[in-house]
């Protein structure tokens, strides 16, 4: 058996021409999406994901800016210039591009975002509301997931879905979101012991762990959809995901490829909540 290829750049496509749409209601209002990205330093892949985020934004009719900032900028002249943002018409979400320099408080800094401009949907009373069932914005990742598995007609309610990883920003939504769905959900991480004892029970399994190969075929359920969240860069340049794509491929029934994956889909959630946003002014 070979699993069948999850195409998130498809998906995105189809999802983005649905936005196009709403955009154009939106402009008989008047009104034009606006999306604000910091960017701090130079880092090379922050580089590659802020201008991935700009060109999508451009292709759909929101407008962005991008503040692009030296990485020694003290973290009280980024919390003024995100205090501006969030008082700014024009704009309807703010996102500020992660990791920061490590003398800025990602807390503090990600606190200051207005609640109703927070499209990444990391501020504590969005997290909040998210945990309650009363979200403004889900997280791009765990969200654009939620949409793959949507899109491709893969069951949630009543499934065991094991989340690998538990970071604020992938694992801990993703298992939340499942959970909402009806989902029996188990979450792991680095100190789980025997891993492949949880995956094998799973019928959706989820890795955002940043280690390539952390799940292989014979820790996988036949025909269990595998979504790989992970990207790591090999040491001969290439990309890869988490999932030891050849093996997994053999008893999977869905899988996700890195590239084109869940990535897409993380940008693609973004304009939805920027969007989202905007149409909730
Ligand atoms: P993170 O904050 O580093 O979290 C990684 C998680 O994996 C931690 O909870 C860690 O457990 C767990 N872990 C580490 N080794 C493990 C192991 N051997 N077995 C089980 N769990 C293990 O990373 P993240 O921000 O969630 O990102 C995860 C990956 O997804 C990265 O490769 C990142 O680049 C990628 N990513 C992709 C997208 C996208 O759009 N496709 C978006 C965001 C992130 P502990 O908590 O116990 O340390």
Redesign the pocket.
Known sequence: MSAKIVDGKLVSQVLREKMKLRVEELAKRDIQPGLAVILLGDDAASQVYVRNKVAACQAIGVQSRVYRLAANTSEQKVLEALKLLNNDSEINGILVQLPLPKHIDEDKILEIISPQKDVDGFHKINVGAMVTGHARFYP??PH?VMKLLEYYGIAIEGRHAVV????????KPMALMLLEKGATVSI?????PD?ASFTRQADIVVV????PK?LSGDMIKPGATVID????RLPDGSLAG?VDFESVREVAGFLTP?PG???P???TMLLENTIRSSEMV
């Open positions: 791009c990742t654009g690998v990883g538990r970071s604020n920003i992938v694992g792991c991480n680095s100190k789980t891993l955002a762990v940043g280690k952390v969240v992970g990207i790591n988490d890195v994956g869940v990535g889909m993380t940008i």
